[in-house]
């Protein structure tokens, strides 16, 4: 069955520090891998797409990697402010069609920063 | 350019009714899919439109309907609305539809429906 698995589910992190955030899916074919930011009470904003021959892309303070051979990708934040609590959505495509739809979404990781 | 548009941005409903949710898509963009949003869920997709053709749909029973007009814009209609069915729907709209394409989706910020 094709998955987006995200982890943690949820971060605290203080103001100014990096952090992390992982995802794992089990989707073939693959098209492309997204990132999205998802405000409290908005619509999720993409912040990168990288194809299976891209390791990385950065969106300003915002560093996506992705190992298409072990099929794990991350995202790295750097210097954090508050403006980056949100929740942050992996979303992988390609083809499939049908009852799932071409994107498979995880369940996204809940980032708080603190000041 | 102007963004996705999503009316209404809030609705109240009891159970039993039923709900048409609007969605204006970026122009030029001819692709428009539909979200149910929950808590601990997340994303669940419920179809996608192109040029006026449903191309997919998702798991949702036969009272979750939609449509799109010649001018990308696109409706969802929900029937016999039941308590469950509270949820962020979220439309979001492409240039050239989801499957293996690059292009980004936009999002809007959503109706959120409350059942009563």
């Known amino acids: 069955k094709n998955q987006v698995e995200q982890s943690p589910q949820s971060l605290i992190i203080l103001e100014g520090k990096n952090c992390t955030l992982q995802?794992?899916?089990?989707?073939?074919?693959?098209?492309?891998l997204r990132w999205y930011k998802q405000d409290t009470g908005r619509g999720p904003v993409s912040l990168t797409i990288m194809t299976f021959s891209e390791n990385t892309k950065s969106n300003g303070r915002y560093t996506a990697t992705l190992d298409a051979d072990t099929k794990q990708s991350s995202l790295h934040i750097t210097a954090s402010q508050l403006s980056d609590s949100a929740s942050y959505i992996c979303v992988v495509s390609g083809s499939y069609g049908g009852s799932q739809g071409n994107l498979i979404f995880g369940k996204g990781t809940k980032l708080s920063v603190k000041p | 350019k102007a963004g996705v548009t999503q009316t209404p941005r809030y609705l109240i409903k009891t159970r039993g009714q039923q709900v048409t949710l609007s969605c204006s898509p970026i122009?030029?963009?001819?692709?428009v899919s539909w979200y149910q949003q929950t808590p601990g869920q997340g994303l669940q997709f419920l179809f996608e439109y192109f040029s006026e053709t449903q191309r997919n749909k998702g798991n949702f029973p036969g009272r979750f309907s939609g449509r799109q007009f010649s001018n990308s814009r696109s409706e969802m209609n929900v029937s016999t609305l039941e308590l469950g069915d509270s949820a962020l729907y979220l439309c979001a709209s492409s240039l050239t539809g989801t499957g293996n394409s690059n292009q980004p989706q936009h999002f809007g910020d959503g109706t959120r429906l409350s059942i009563l």
């Open positions: 122009s030029g963009h001819r692709s």
């Open positions: 995802c794992n899916y089990t989707v073939s074919p693959f098209s492309n």
